[in-house]
């Protein structure tokens, strides 16, 4: 069946490194993807989306690419900030789109 | 737009009492979903409505957990006999049912059961 395999956690980054959180997924026909945030305290925030291969998802400086070839959609920024201390999820929504699947989380820690 | 509203953002409860929570999706949204977030997973989804009708909860255990979503718009979501492994935070989310696109959540209930 569907599935979403990321990289565990925590990441522990200093502010301004580069950010990559892996992952992959496991679907029948062509998904869309997604990475979600979850701040301490709240609810899943929608980060960014691809729909269709080769697409890349973009938000507050995160990128994603869509990639059918390596069935992967990993998550990369720049330049960290503190404030993006979060857990990060991954996500697809399956061919019949009323199907959503998350990955365990990834708990990033940014450090000043 | 207003976003989904939650309520309670905090319950704590003894094993074997009943809790109940609310969700009160983004106007409009047909397809509404109730999750369990234990700490340190991902969601998990427990039960999806399209409008007022069941659409999949298959992973609903329903010898203690029932939901019902009101005139397809607001949802309540119980627990009867609560135990231990209920806790969590359950969060509900909604979207317009074409999950291409994401879906909205609240920001949950965080339920502990001592």
């Known amino acids: 069946g569907d599935s979403v395999t990321q990289m565990e956690g925590p990441v522990t980054l200093s502010e301004e490194a580069f950010l990559t959180i892996n992952c992959t997924y496991t679907a029948t026909g062509y998904p869309s993807l997604f990475w979600y945030v979850q701040y301490p305290g709240e609810g899943l925030q929608l980060l960014l989306k691809a729909t269709k291969a080769d697409d890349k998802g973009s938000n507050k400086g995160f990128e994603a690419t869509y990639r059918k070839e390596t069935t992967s959609f990993h998550l990369e920024k720049g330049s960290v900030q503190v404030s993006d201390s979060a857990v990060y999820f991954c996500a697809l929504s399956g061919y019949n789109f009323n199907k959503f699947y998350f990955g365990s989380g990834t708990k990033l820690n940014v450090k000043p | 737009e207003a976003g989904v509203a939650q309520s309670p953002r905090y319950k704590i409860i003894e094993k074997r009492q009943s809790v109940a929570f609310w969700c009160n999706p983004i106007s409009g949204h047909a397809t509404l979903y109730w999750y369990q977030q234990i700490l340190g997973q991902g969601p998990k989804l427990l039960i999806q409505?399209?409008?007022?009708?069941?659409?999949?909860d298959s992973q609903l255990p329903k010898d203690r957990f029932s939901a019902e979503r009101l005139k397809g718009v607001d949802s309540t979501l119980k627990i009867q006999p609560a135990k231990l492994e209920d806790s969590a935070v359950y969060l509900c989310?909604?979207?317009?049912?074409?999950?291409?696109?994401?879906?909205?959540f609240g920001s949950g209930t965080r339920l502990t059961v001592v």
């Open positions: 409505f399209q409008n007022n009708g069941v659409v999949d």
């Open positions: 989310a909604s979207s317009l049912g074409d999950e291409r696109y994401g879906y909205t």
